[in-house]
């Protein structure tokens, strides 16, 4: 049964670069089916879509956070990573990651297994 | 205006149903979505329940059971999630999410109570 960890500091000082990982078990990261997303969730809020990536290297990233963000594969690891620059308070959230099934033809569907997330604070 | 608009809290007895509204953004029409439906209990991630596009078209999660269901209300302009037979269990936030203009938009979840 495929499961997603994420790894990371769940403390980043302001300014700084958050980077977390997320390890993929149970299937191959390198399968053409699906592709691999990060979303967050501010404390007591809603979900925000962050960005989503391809083994191939194919990404997509919410326009509001693309300067800052950078969605990566690597694939002798079976895991992905999420770096999100120049953070704020605004930033603190619980960070998914999260797949999502290949449609047929190009692009993809909504995220299906989720992650149990990780708490990031971002503080002095 | 936001793209998707979800009412924030919904009430319903145990046993029944609850129709949760998900309304898309006035000009953005509901009929050429795929609305994607989630359910979150405090603490854990979100649980994917099912996408629907249309009757012929939709796709139920893993394990979801099937008192769970989507639809639309094209007069509304809003996909919908019904959950019958409630259970105490059902009490959840649940958002939906749709593909648009490149970016995958969550509504801002509603809380159901189950009474």
């Known amino acids: 049964q495929l499961q997603l960890q994420e790894s990371g500091p769940g403390l980043v000082k302001p300014s700084e670069t958050l980077s977390l990982t997320c390890t993929v078990s149970?299937?191959?990261?390198?399968?053409?089916?699906?592709?691999w997303g990060w979303i967050r969730q501010p404390p007591g809020k809603g979900l925000e879509w962050i960005a989503t990536?391809?083994?191939?290297?194919?990404?997509r990233y919410n326009p509001s956070l693309q300067s800052r963000v950078t969605i990566s594969v690597d694939t002798s690891q079976n895991h992905f990573s999420l770096r999100l620059s120049s953070v704020t308070a605004a930033d603190t959230a619980v960070y998914f990651c999260?797949?999502?099934?290949?449609?047929?033809?190009?692009?993809?569907?909504?995220?299906?297994?989720w992650g149990q997330g990780t708490t990031v604070t971002v503080s002095s | 205006q936001a793209v998707l608009t979800q009412p924030s809290s919904l009430s319903a007895s145990l046993g029944a149903s609850a129709s949760l509204t998900c309304t898309l953004r006035?000009?953005?029409?509901?009929?050429?979505?795929?609305i994607y439906w989630y359910q979150q209990k405090p603490g854990s991630p979100p649980q994917y329940l099912l996408r629907?596009?249309?009757?012929?078209?939709?796709?139920?999660g893993s394990g979801v059971p099937s008192r769970f269901s989507g639809s639309k209300d094209t007069s509304a302009n809003a996909g919908i999630l019904l959950i019958s037979g409630l259970q105490s269990e059902d009490e959840a936030d649940y958002y939906c999410?749709?593909?648009?203009?490149?970016?995958?938009?969550f509504g801002g979840g509603t809380k159901l109570t189950v009474l």
């Open positions: 999260a797949r999502h099934p290949a449609a047929t033809g190009s692009g993809f569907y909504g995220m299906d297994v």
């Open positions: 149970g299937g191959s990261i390198s399968s053409s089916s699906y592709y």
């Open positions: 990536t391809h083994y191939t290297g194919s990404t």
């Open positions: 006035s000009g953005i029409n509901v009929g050429i979505y795929w």
């Open positions: 629907y596009k249309s009757d012929s078209d939709k796709q139920q």
């Open positions: 999410l749709i593909w648009h203009i490149n970016t995958w938009v």
